[in-house]
T-cell receptor
Framework: GENVEQHPSTLSVQEGDSAVIKCTYS??????FPWYKQELGKRPQLIID?????GEKKDQRIAVTLNKTAKHFSLHITETQPEDSAVYFC?????????????FGRGTQLTVWP | DAGITQSPRHKVTETGTPVTLRCHQT?????MYWYRQDPGHGLRLIHY???????DKGEVSDGYSVSRSKTEDFLLTLESATSSQTSVYFC???????????FGPGTRLTVT
């Protein structure tokens, strides 16, 4: 199966600073990489995703970059706000399958201090 | 949230008893997934379904079974609950033409 490593496990930033979370994956055939945000006691919410044929994708203050050669992808949050505080999970599909099985990283607890 | 509901939302049960969790969706999504979430482990796939009566095992399937007799319902059964199955269980669904998965609100299960 796929192995997804996520770093750091905790991240504290000042409001207005940028935050970067990195993930690596093992299966070179993986082709879909979503990021989820989970607030305390809530369900994971899809915030952005990227396909393997794209190197970067942006949505307002959030961006994801993918380096297929190095098998890593990153979440970038700019101009962070206290409401960005949450646990963020990266994931990758099992390569070559249409069944959409996702393998998740262990999560990053992001805290944004006002 | 893709019209996904889970029941019950909270349950406390004793070791050795059977437990069934239900996931219900109104989006007519083909794919449905059961995950468990434990501190330090992220989300791990238990079982998934790619159509009515079509199911398969995930990473952590031991001690769990599933059934899908209708498109809208996906049931997760713990045949004989153990304390190691204390967890938060999330259901997710996906349409057939996209990889995006949407999660239900979760069920917090405690096995004493």
């Amino acid at each position: 199966g796929e192995n997804v490593e996520q770093h750091p496990s905790t991240l504290s930033v000042q409001e207005g600073d940028s935050a970067v979370i990195k993930c690596t994956y093992s299966d070179s055939a993986s082709n879909y990489f979503p990021w989820y945000k989970q607030e305390l006691g809530k369900r994971p919410q899809l915030i952005i995703d990227i396909r393997s044929n794209v190197g970067e994708k942006k949505d307002q203050r959030i961006a994801v970059t993918l380096n297929k050669t190095a098998k890593h992808f990153s979440l970038h949050i700019t101009e962070t706000q206290p409401e960005d505080s949450a646990v963020y999970f990266c994931a990758a599909t099992l390569g070559g399958s249409t069944l959409g099985r996702l393998y998740f990283g262990r999560g990053t607890q992001l805290t944004v201090w006002p | 949230d893709a019209g996904i509901t889970q029941s019950p939302r909270h349950k406390v049960t004793e070791t050795g008893t059977p437990v069934t969790l239900r996931c219900h969706q109104t989006e007519n999504h083909r794919y449905m997934y059961w995950y468990r979430q434990d501190p330090g482990h992220g989300l791990r796939l238990i079982h998934y379904s790619y159509g009515v009566k079509d199911t398969d095992k995930g990473e952590v399937s031991d001690g769990y079974s599933v059934s899908r007799s209708k498109t809208e319902d996906f049931l997760l059964t713990l045949e004989s609950a153990t304390s190691s199955q204390t967890s938060v269980y999330f259901c997710a669904t996906r349409g057939g033409d996209t990889y995006e998965q949407y999660f239900g609100p979760g069920t917090r299960l405690t096995v004493t």
